[in-house]
T-cell receptor, first 115, second 114 residues
Framework: GAGVSQSPSNKVTEKGKDVELRCDPI?????LYWYRQSLGQGLEFLIY????????KSGLPSDRFSAERTGGSVSTLTIQRTQQEDSAVYLC?????????????FGPGTRLTVT | QKEVEQDPGPLSVPEGAIVSLNCTYS??????FMWYRQYSRKGPELLMY????GNKEDGRFTAQVDKSSKYISLFIRDSQPSDSATYLC??????????????FGKGTLLTVNP
């Protein structure tokens, strides 16, 4: 079946602009995660959605970052007033509820470059 | 001290070699351990998962956990060029409100030369 999809695959933006990154999880997956992967760094947790529960936003690095998940499916990560340090690959992952503890399916990521 | 330490490499080996990849961790709450494989320009994919000390084998791959030393390893036997990728170790706590959170190492870049 279809895996996790993300769009765009690449995004180049000027410093100060807003960007929106989209994630389509695997159908039926209730859990959705956003991670950031910077050069030479591991995956950094950003935010977690589970069903209709309030999201865990504890990993968002600043109030310029926000995310929403509509209808328990598609999610959008928004970065306002982008800075050069926001340049990274943004990965989305989804999981079944009973396997959230270890099995996350990742999308290919969106490579964001802020010039 | 970072919660998870992983040598970034790069590691280059000839085809057929046995590869050993390692991570150390400091958080005693970590009880579940995973290895993810990430090909270039792709998202990570789960390779192996274990929650107990000892060895777990899956084909050419063996995951080893030593909780007393807080040390985990991934061994690849008869390595193939298709194994060339970045390998990420990941851990999570056993229970608690945030047991869905995985803590990842920075990854080790492996190249298997034909």
């Amino acid at each position: 079946g279809a895996g996790v999809s993300q769009s765009p695959s690449n995004k180049v933006t000027e410093k100060g602009k807003d960007v929106e990154l989209r994630c389509d999880p695997i159908s039926g997956h209730t859990a959705l995660y956003w991670y950031r992967q910077s050069l030479g760094q591991g995956l950094e947790f950003l935010i977690y959605f589970q069903g209709n529960s309030a999201p865990d936003k504890s990993g968002l690095p600043s109030d310029r970052f926000s995310a929403e998940r509509t209808g328990g499916s598609v999610s959008t990560l928004t970065i306002q007033r982008t800075q050069q340090e926001d340049s990274a690959v943004y990965l989305c992952a989804s999981s079944w509820t009973h396997r959230i503890h270890y099995e996350q399916y990742f999308g290919p990521g969106t490579r964001l470059t802020v010039t | 001290q970072k919660e998870v330490e992983q040598d970034p490499g790069p590691l280059s080996v000839p085809e057929g070699a046995i590869v050993s990849l390692n991570c150390t961790y400091s958080n005693s709450a970590f009880q579940y351990f995973m290895w993810y494989r990430q090909y270039s320009r792709k998202g990570p994919e789960l390779l192996m998962y274990t929650y107990s000390s000892g060895n777990k084998e899956d084909g050419r791959f063996t995951a080893q956990v030593d909780k007393s030393s807080k040390y985990i390893s991934l061994f690849i036997r008869d390595s193939q060029p298709s194994d060339s990728a970045t390998y990420l170790c990941a851990h999570r706590a056993r229970s608690g409100g945030s047991n869905y959170k995985l803590t990842f190492g920075k990854g080790t870049l492996l190249t298997v030369n034909p």
